[in-house]
């Protein structure tokens, strides 16, 4: 439902408001990466429990992203985002001292709704956002999240380092978190809903279908990239000693910072080289990295793996979704909605699913499947470029 605002924002109060809310999800969701290896340490999980559990955190976004088109149609993207930023902080806590598998169950089902609510809520209040300022900002605000996993990850694992408890670690991270959310309160838009008289009902959700589907599965290929890397990625360099548990959060720092040099250059860089190079370029450079990653002999290698994931991975999901809006075969709004859900599906899904292959073939032998599954985005490059050219 169309929104009216009365009185006019202060745009530029807005803008900022919208990047702290940006970093500050991003912050939140970081923080949980450098806290995996603990969890699993402390439930004494194997690959497949550790899978089952992280699906929880996979279902309780899903579930939230299902209801929040409603919610924000009623009340507006403002509310949604200050509530499911507190529902983050409230569940760090809980997945730090969660001592069975049914607590972090639970706890996961929290900050996985938290998350998927927030991710959607504050990406409809971007696009409201950006066409009231009448330029481009969308990739801004994704770099701010992206800077925002950079930190969280980096302030989590530093507390770790020093021999802090895991608790205790949470709960700063928390009200790091709360901060956040309380700065942004009174610079979100306040939307005041239209009248429905005479309007029709329009669908919150359509299935993508043709070229729209393949855009689709090369947002969840990225995304599920994303999912890996924070969800598994520590555990990986961990398992092989290549550095201690309490240095585990490095690797997804490290990829954190590369996503947010390769956002903040991404768009001068499609414009001189053109869309379809940067897919090519950006998904053959992530496959090097998790090559890197995988066959490294020593933590150095390792890192740049990192790096190289993280730079080829920047760049790919906005040429997607520039496609996507540029399509003629479902109107732009829809096509973005459904690449964006399913795209989301990939990064919280997609790593549960690979502690069950894991459990099978084992860590490494589920990285490795996963560049294979990263071919599919140059082989189907050609899709994009015809809407892109």
Not at 28 to 33: K, M, T, V
Not at 99 to 122: E, H, I, K, N, Y
Request: hydrophobic fraction near 55%; aromatic fraction near 6%; glycine fraction near 10%.
């Amino acid at each position: 439902m169309q929104k009216v605002r009365s009185p006019l924002p202060d745009l530029a109060v807005t803008r900022r408001a919208t990047r702290l809310a940006f970093f500050t999800s991003g912050f939140g969701f970081a923080c949980w990466a450098p806290l995996v290896p603990f969890a699993r340490a402390r439930l004494h999980a194997d690959d497949a429990t550790m899978g089952f559990l992280l699906l929880c955190l996979g279902v309780g976004s899903i579930s939230s992203m299902l209801v929040i088109g409603p919610l924000s149609a009623k009340y507006g993207s403002r509310p949604l985002v200050l509530v499911s930023a507190t529902g983050l902080a409230i569940a760090l806590p809980l997945l730090a001292t969660a001592a069975s598998d049914l607590s972090l169950a639970l706890a996961l089902l929290l900050f996985g709704g938290s998350l998927g609510s927030l991710d959607v809520a504050m990406n409809l209040h971007a696009s409201e956002v950006e066409k009231l300022s009448a330029q481009n900002l969308m990739s801004g605000f994704h770099a701010l999240y992206s800077i925002g996993g950079f930190a969280g990850a980096g302030l989590m694992t530093c507390l770790l380092s020093v021999s802090l408890p895991p608790l205790d670690c949470a709960l700063i991270c928390s009200l790091m978190v709360l901060l956040g959310t309380l700065l942004v309160k009174n610079g979100l838009l306040r939307p005041v809903p239209r009248a429905q008289a005479g309007t029709a009902s329009e669908p919150i959700f359509v299935l993508p279908h043709g070229l729209v589907l393949v855009m689709a599965v090369q947002a969840a290929i990225m995304f599920l990239v994303e999912g890996a890397v924070l969800d598994w990625g520590a555990l990986l360099i961990t398992q092989r000693d290549l550095v201690s548990v309490s240095r585990g959060g490095l690797g997804y720092i490290l990829f954190s910072i590369a996503m947010t040099a390769g956002r903040l250059c991404g768009d001068p860089i499609s414009e001189r080289f053109g869309n379809f190079a940067v897919l090519l370029s950006g998904s053959a450079l992530s496959i090097l990295g998790f090559v890197m990653l995988l066959l490294s002999p020593n933590a150095a290698l390792a890192m740049s793996g990192f790096v190289l994931v993280g730079l080829g991975a920047s760049n790919v999901v906005p040429v997607i979704f520039r496609a996507a809006g540029a399509q003629r075969l479902m109107p732009p709004g829809m096509a973005i909605a459904a690449v964006t859900t399913l795209g989301y599906a990939g990064v919280l899904v997609g790593p549960a699913l690979m502690g069950f292959v894991a459990k099978g073939v084992g860590l490494p032998a589920a990285f490795w499947l996963l560049a294979a599954l990263l071919t599919l985005i140059p082989l189907s490059a050609w899709h994009v470029r015809r809407v892109t050219a």
